[in-house]
C-alpha cells in the first residue's frame, strides 16, 4: 500500500460502508457488499486502466482518450438495455393481469450493464 493514495483508500473505504448501509441497513450484509465496492474501487486504483494524478489525492483517476471511449459504450449500452427493458415491462404489465413491481428493474438493471460493459471493454486491453 502506497503511502501517497492514502486519503484514496480512506475515502473509499467510508463510501464503500455508507452505500452498503443504504443497501443493506446495519445487518451483516454490508460487511461483504462494502468489501466488494471497495474491491472494486482498489481494482479500478491499480488496474493500469486509468491515468493516476497524484495532485488530486481523493480523486486521482483520471480517463484518457481510450477510457473515454470505453465510458461512452457502456452508456450507450445502459441507456439502450434500460430503455428496453422499461418499454418490455411497460408492454407486458399491459398484457398480463398482474401487476408487475418490476418497471422500476430498468435502471437498476442499466447501471449493472453500464458497468459490466466497462469491465469487459477495459479489460480488453
Do not use: C
Amino acid at each position: 500500500m502506497k503511502k501517497e493514495f492514502l486519503p484514496y483508500y480512506i475515502s473509499r473505504a467510508i463510501l464503500s460502508g455508507a452505500l452498503a448501509i443504504v443497501i443493506f441497513g446495519m445487518s451483516w450484509q454490508a460487511i461483504p457488499l462494502s468489501i466488494f465496492f471497495f474491491s472494486l474501487f482498489w481494482l479500478y486504483l491499480h488496474s493500469g486502466w486509468f491515468k493516476i494524478d497524484l495532485t488530486h489525492p481523493f480523486f486521482p483517476l483520471r480517463r484518457d482518450q481510450r477510457a473515454q471511449l470505453v465510458q461512452r459504450k457502456a452508456l450507450i449500452a445502459a441507456l439502450v438495455v434500460g430503455v428496453l427493458t422499461f418499454i418490455g415491462q411497460t408492454f407486458l404489465s399491459d398484457l398480463l393481469p398482474l401487476p408487475l413491481l418490476s418497471v422500476n428493474l430498468a435502471i437498476p438493471l442499466a447501471i449493472v450493464v453500464y458497468f459490466i460493459m466497462q469491465f469487459v471493454l477495459l479489460s480488453r486491453a
